[in-house]
């Protein structure tokens, strides 16, 4: 079984710094591309930031220049640093992983962690 569990969301006021992580565990045979989505109440869920298997990056421009997106292959982990974080920002923070085991390629959620940033 594949899992992906978030970790390191919390309370922080504006101007701040976070780092989220998501580890993967199960049965791989590859990791095609990660990613953070976000998805505060009344609205839909939004792609963050990406990070495919060759290291190339995207981002929302909404948080590019504030968040970068980084993996460590040997951990299976894949993190979001969060920088010059804005109430807007406040919101429900998903990892996403495109990956194949031996029943083909699919998508992969974590369960999500809160990130709030209020002073």
């Known amino acids: 079984q594949v899992q992906l569990v978030e970790s390191g969301g919390g309370l922080v006021q504006p101007g701040g710094s976070l780092r989220l992580s998501c580890a993967v565990s199960?049965?791989?045979?590859?990791?095609?591309?990660m990613g953070w989505y976000r998805q505060a109440p009344g609205k839909q869920r939004e792609l963050v930031a990406a990070?495919?298997?060759?290291?190339?990056?995207n981002y929302a421009d909404s948080v590019k220049g504030r968040f970068t997106i980084s993996r460590d292959n040997a951990k299976n982990t894949v993190y979001l640093q969060m920088n010059s974080l804005k109430p807007e920002d406040t919101a429900g923070y998903y990892c996403?992983?495109?990956?194949?085991?031996?029943?083909?390629?699919?998508?992969?959620w974590g369960k999500g962690t809160l990130v709030t940033v209020s002073s």
């Open positions: 199960g049965s791989i045979f590859r990791i095609y591309g």
């Open positions: 996403n992983a495109d990956l194949s085991t031996l029943r083909g390629r699919m998508d992969y």
């Open positions: 990070i495919t298997s060759d290291s190339t990056t």
